[in-house]
């Protein structure tokens, strides 16, 4: 067990698919390598705007380091090591632009496939 997370994910919470994604983090293995920071209840990555992080999950690593798009999906990846192939082939050039195009379809289109929480 962990006594600090790895990496902090700021994820839209009204979002159904980024809160289904940061539910199934926190009951796996890796849940207590994983804070997890919903944006629409809690602080915003320190210089990330409201609308900048509903554009793109971001990732902050116990570095200082910030990830956001895909590169915030493959580090969240990075913490299970059965994804480290599918990791490895993410960051190739090529595949990282796919990667990130897919990103953003999903990120423009999210509510609209996956639906909101409503309050």
């Not at 920071?37 to 210089?47: N, Q």
């Not at 493959?74 to 897919?102: C, D, N, W």
Request: proline share 3%.
């Amino acid at each position: 067990m962990e006594s600090q997370p790895k990496i902090t994910v700021y994820y839209d919470g009204v979002c159904n698919l980024c809160s289904g994604l940061m539910d199934t983090i926190g009951t796996s293995s890796k849940g207590d390598a994983v804070a997890r920071v919903d944006i629409t209840k809690g602080a915003l990555p320190a210089g990330v705007t409201q609308q900048e992080a509903l554009h793109d999950m971001h990732v902050l690593d116990s570095d200082g380091r910030m990830y956001k798009g895909a590169d915030a999906v493959l580090k969240i990846m990075e913490q299970y090591s059965h994804l480290a192939f599918l990791v490895r082939l993410g960051r190739m050039p090529v595949l990282h632009t796919i990667a990130e195009g897919m990103y953003r379809v999903v990120e423009k289109t999210r509510y609209w496939i996956f639906g909101r929480k409503t309050f």
